[in-house]
């Protein structure tokens, strides 16, 4: 496979020319071997047809001389004869004469051509050509070596002219392509090339008119118009270069202009803190100081700027720099601040090290990376190492075990105004112009600078110089990256030049871990005064918006994120003013833990920040915070901010106030609901009782009339079976006694007695009585609890319960109502049993079962269904009766709507029917058509117990 995808890597690398010579040749030169191949098997196939035609025509002949002989059995003949035709012919392979049994009576020897492939031909042996029937056969085999040689020398002599013809064309071929393809293309080549690397003012034109002509013609426009836009971009840049000039000037001129009113403030402000105006209050010495402090604050941005343009346009003053003695002395004007952090520092210098360079911006450089090293680490090591890369230049490399730049930062530490921990953090102050600094002095220099961090872990710059002109500083780079590939720390790359990120902040991480619930305040405070907590870390930011709003309101004040939802735990607060670059946890990430949690309520939220780009306004917008405030601030307008938005807090948690009193409210009137319905059901529950008083008192008088009658039955059978048993004591008594003729009078007696009262009768007749009366008690009995159930008041309470048992004891309380008037049809199906109230449910049978009798009218029927369909329970309770007009059916369920005549119904019966479907989470439909009968169906979903 590697010499066929070498061979494959060799044809898509080659020169294009040479792919359409080689393309070209290759299909002319298989149009041409196809050609002679199909003219080749053409022949070939002539040839086999010739084969076959001397085979049968040799056949036949030989079958015509064949036949006397084999009549007069004279078989040597034939031996000669075959021997004979093998000879004579140069591709008869063998000859051989048959009987008509099958016997060979002669064949020839195999000829030289046997070994070669061969045909085989035969002709029958007719005494009669009429005659069917055969007295033997010749069969001839003929070799086919003669013709296949044929093929094949005309197969090599094809070759060879398709051969000579590939030559020949691809030389043709080549010399066309070379001329019009491959020099063409060759000066487009050249003139690409020129146009890539700066030349604009060559010609690219070609004499032909096709497809490279118009390519070359398209390369000229292009030429033609990189040309005007590199002269337009010459032109822009000279103007950016007067702007960049202006404003240098611009800044300088401002930087210097700041310093006139920044020296008043400054000096009078120490002057008065220093008592030279006289004794200042205790009160006013704070803002004072704050104000000294902030002004110097000021002054020093100023200074920075003015240093930052002046170094654009400094010449460089080169000079030989011994580098031990001057980085010890750059780490030694650090030593206070890193011993007062108690830092482990060292400095390690190859021994010698010199580098030629400019001492004043190498020494700014040094400074400005060990002033941030010693800021952003507060505990471990900071080290400072000068190594020589071969000869040709050296690396200068700081480390520290500060906190790292975060990764995604990175690629913009070197833009302008830009710092690496984000700008919505202000732990560590700064103007964010420092590494941009060092990034345009490092390039005066000709140099490089590397970096290398880990989050947590700390960061490595290195500088890499080059000892003279002539040195690549790409080169020295690289070497040196390659040889510190140091375990613990990824791998450095050059600093590379991206878009400044966009101003609105990234999403933000939740920091506060513990859950938080802002304490519980009344809508006003004691003193009438709402309460605003002020969160910032700077401390003047504080002062004057305390300043601002302590006259109306009481201030609390937080100095970071964290604090301020502490805080928002213990005191009560109407309103927070929030800044959004603080260290530890930003204003962005204290509004993500408030919009993450509605649920605390949290007081309205007003931003207080210098950020004004419109970004960073609707983001914090969208986190919940109700105002945006820029700084600095007008006194005028944060009062009438924070006066509005208290109002409204104030406003909004006194409807929430009356929302909670009408909740309340709606609660106790729902309560009152709940108990009515339950009043509203029993009284139902007994009016319908009461209707079906006189029928069940009928169901009851029709079995205690019987147990009557059979108890006085039993009475006389009783008194006859006492006076029975009574001769029976004096029979005994005679014959204990021995008296004869007593006895005889007594057995004379007894046998009257059982004749008279028909004792045998009595004792049959006994079990039935009392079975009768067994079963008229357990008839009243039955009713007695049926009436019992149904009429016990609702308690609410759920339990599973069988559908079909509920209707059956509903059949039994309503059956006096049901059986003059309808014939009842039960089709009862298999149910589950389901989490019901089936004392409420009998309530609904009752109430469709008694209207469904009083809609019959002389008499009718009733049809009683249930069945299973999925997860429901569906009930169908269907009559004869008049029907219900269409008009009345979508105020069937209304509460006090009734069709029958005034004082024979209350109106509540379908309404609470519907009511107590509704909170077993069914449905109940009616359908009815007058004159024919109304079919309620009742839908419940099957609920478990569990």
Known sequence: MKPFRSLIDRWRNAPLSLKLIGTISLFLALVTLGNGLYITLSERQVLSEQLDAQGESLARAASIFALEPLLIRDYPILETFTENMVQAKHNVDQVTVLRADGKTVATSRQSEASQHRHRSYVAQIKADPTDERSIGQVEIILSTYRSEQLVTERLWTLGGISLFTFLLLGLLIAWLIRNSVARPLQSLKENALALGRGDLETAIVLPSRDELGTLANTLEVMRNGLKNSYSAIEKQNQELKTLDRMKDEFLARISHELNTPLNSILGLSDAIGKGSYGEIDTALREPVTTINQSGRRLKSLAEQLLSFNQQEGEEQQSQLILLEPFLQGLLTHYKPQIESKQLRHRCRVEPDLQLQSDTELLGSICNQLLDN???????????????????????????????????????????????????????????????????????????????????????????????????????????????????????????????????????????????????????????????????????????????????????????????????????????????????????????????????????????????????????????GAVDYLTKPFNREEILARVHSQILLAQRELHLEHMVQQRTKQLQESNLRLEE?????????????????????????????????????????????????????????????????????????????????????????????????????????????????????????????????????????????????????????????????NLNQLNQVFTNLLVNAAHAIGEHGEIDIRTQQVGDEIIIEIADTGSGIESKHIQSLFDPFFTTKPVGQGTGLGLYLSYEIIQKHRGSIDVQSEVGKGTRFTIRLPIVSAN
């Open 373 to 623: 090293a010693v800021k952003f680490t507060d505990d471990g090591d900071i080290e400072l190492v000068a190594e020589s890369i071969g000869t040709a230049g050296v690396a200068i490399s700081l480390t520290d075990t500060g906190i790292g730049i975060p990764e995604e930062n990175q690629s913009r530490i070197y833009d302008r105004f830009e710092q690496g921990f984000g700008y919505e953090n202000r732990r560590y102050e700064g103007a964010g112009i420092g590494l941009a600094m060092v990034k345009q002095r490092v390039e005066q220099i000709n140099g490089r600078i590397l970096l290398n961090s880990i989050p947590g872990t700390g960061s490595r710059f290195t500088l890499i110089l080059p000892q003279t002109g002539a040195a690549s500083v790409d080169d020295l780079a690289a070497e040196w990256l390659a040889n510190h590939q140091e375990s613990g720390w990824p791998s450095q790359q050059p600093t590379a030049e991206k878009p400044s990120r966009e101003t609105a902040p990234p999403p933000v991480n939740k920091t506060a871990e513990q859950i938080r619930t802002p304490a519980e305040k009344p809508p006003h405070q004691e003193d009438g005064r709402a309460t605003i907590l002020v969160v910032d870390d700077d401390r003047a930011n504080r002062m004057v918006a305390n300043a601002s709003l302590r006259k109306q309101y009481t201030i609390l004040e937080a100095e970071s994120g964290m604090q301020c939802l502490n805080q928002l735990e213990t005191e009560p607060v109407d309103l927070v003013l929030l800044d959004l670059m603080m260290p530890d946890m930003s204003g962005f990430e204290v509004l993500e833990e408030m919009k993450t949690h509605p649920e605390r309520r949290y007081p309205p939220v007003i931003v207080l920040s210098a950020l004004m780009d419109s970004k960073t306004i609707s983001h914090t917008l969208q986190l």
């Open 676 to 836: 009515t319905f339950q009043q509203l059901l029993q009284s139902e529950k007994m009016a319908s009782i009461g209707q079906l008083a006189a029928g069940v008192a009928h169901e009851i008088n029709n079995p205690v009339g019987f147990i009557h009658s059979n108890l006085s039955t039993l009475s006389e059978y009783l008194d006859a079976i006492g006076t029975l048993l009574g001769n029976y004591k004096d029979l005994g008594q005679a014959v204990s006694e021995s008296d004869t003729q007593k006895v005889q009078l007594l057995l004379e007696q007894i046998d009257a007695l059982r004749t008279e009262a028909d004792i045998d009768f009595i004792l049959e007749d006994i079990p039935g009585l009392v079975a009768d009366t067994r079963e008229g008690t357990e008839r009243v009995k039955s009713i007695v609890q049926g009436m019992k159930a149904f009429s016990r008041a609702d308690d609410g309470e759920m339990a599973e319960a069988d559908i079909n048992a509920g209707i059956e004891a509903t059949l039994k309380v309503v059956w006096n109502e049901l059986k003059y008037k309808a014939e009842v049809h039960k089709s009862l199906g298999a149910l589950p049993k389901t989490f019901c």
